[in-house]
């Protein structure tokens, strides 16, 4: 945490911040130029591809099942509990016509 917090500062120091270039500029006859620092180095020249991690589905249920399956347990343990103590009792519907 301290170490993304430095590195953050240091950016933040080292990189002037970036002007938009819908504002108007104070000196006339000055352009502003785009500055996008996610995509172009400070000479202009564009940065490599980052590298991919590679997340399969595999990874994905092991991440999204258990955690679909904790919640179902939440809620009908709490659906249990406001039955038992009648805050919410659904109603017997009979359609006996």
């Known amino acids: ?3 993304a917090l430095g590195r953050l500062v240091r950016l933040s120091l080292l990189n002037p911040p970036c002007r938009s ?3 108007p500029s ?10 996008r620092t ?4 400070s000479s202009g020249s564009m940065l490599p591809k980052p ?9 994905i ?9 904790v ?10 509990l406001l039955e038992e103590h009648d805050i919410f009792v659904p ?3 009979d359609d006996d016509d």
């Open 71 to 80: 919640g179902t347990q939440i809620s009908k343990n709490f659906a249990a």
């Open 38 to 41: 996610a995509v172009c180095s």
């Open 26 to 35: 104070s000196v006339p006859g000055n352009t502003v130029t785009a500055c």
């Open 21 to 23: 270039p819908l504002t």
């Open 61 to 69: 249920a092991l991440v999204v099942v258990p955690f679909l399956y």
């Open 51 to 59: 590298k991919k991690t590679p997340f399969g589905l595999i990874r």
């Open 91 to 93: 109603e017997d519907d």
């Open 1 to 3: 945490m301290a170490s």
